[in-house]
């Protein structure tokens, strides 16, 4: 069925390593988001891309990278350049149209904890 | 700039009566507000929007929220709350700029925690 799909689930780092986080949806959406999530913080926007080969800096950028080389997929990295990478990350994508008045839909999220 | 407020980290009701999450918004421009409901350790599920129109929209579950621009408001409602409703909501915010460039991702509020109880 379509929706958005994050992997792994759960996900450990060691000190110095970095991880890369899956996101792949069958919505054929245009947009596709990545937001950290931490207690009491609500979500905060890493990095957006609007269309294949684009993609735009958040709020909190700092220490990620992501590419868009498919319309379909969207992954994050979690670089060593990130000094506090333990938190909830989700993934979301919505249709691009002129008007901004489009719902995101997101994936079920992916827990990296930093070990 | 656009940003949005939930000044409430946690909401407590008894099952069957109204309860009320709050939400109010900043933003440049027409705001598109957004209610999501997050349930333990899940992505965020989407309740219901407002573009434009009737100020009082109706959205799954039985949720409706509404729109005051003068009080640049955008409150989630339920009439008679279930167990099940425990979980955290967002309130989220867009808008596009008048170049119709820059940011199209939504703004979160930090989320209201609603404990419903038996």
């Known amino acids: 069925d379509g929706g958005i799909t994050q992997s792994p689930k759960y996900l450990f780092r060691k000190e110095g390593q970095n991880v890369t986080l899956s996101c792949e949806q069958n919505l054929n959406h245009d947009a596709m988001y990545w937001y950290r999530q931490d207690p009491g913080q609500g979500l905060r926007l890493i990095y957006y891309?609007?269309?294949?080969?684009?993609?735009q800096k958040g709020d909190i950028a700092e220490g990620y990278s992501v590419s868009r080389e498919k319309k379909e997929s969207f992954p994050l990295t979690v670089t060593s350049a990130q000094k506090n990478p333990t938190a909830f990350y989700l993934c979301a994508s919505s249709r691009m149209l002129t008007g901004a008045n489009t719902e995101a839909f997101f994936g079920q999220g992916t827990r990296l904890t930093v070990v | 700039a656009q940003s949005v407020a939930q000044p409430e980290d946690q909401v407590n009701v008894a099952e069957g009566n109204p309860l009320t999450v709050k939400c109010t918004y900043s933003v440049s421009g027409n705001p598109y507000l957004f209610w999501y409901v997050q349930y333990p350790n899940r992505g965020l599920q989407f309740l219901l929007k407002y573009i434009t129109g009737d100020n009082l929209v109706k959205g799954s579950y039985g949720f409706e929220a509404e729109f005051n621009k003068s009080q640049t408001s955008f409150h989630l409602k339920k009439p008679s709350a279930l167990v099940s409703d425990s979980a955290l909501y967002f309130c989220a915010v867009r808008v596009i700029p008048k170049e119709d460039t820059g940011r199209r991702a939504l703004t979160f509020g930090s989320g209201t925690r609603l404990q419903v109880q038996p």
């Open positions: 891309s609007q269309i294949v080969n684009d993609f």
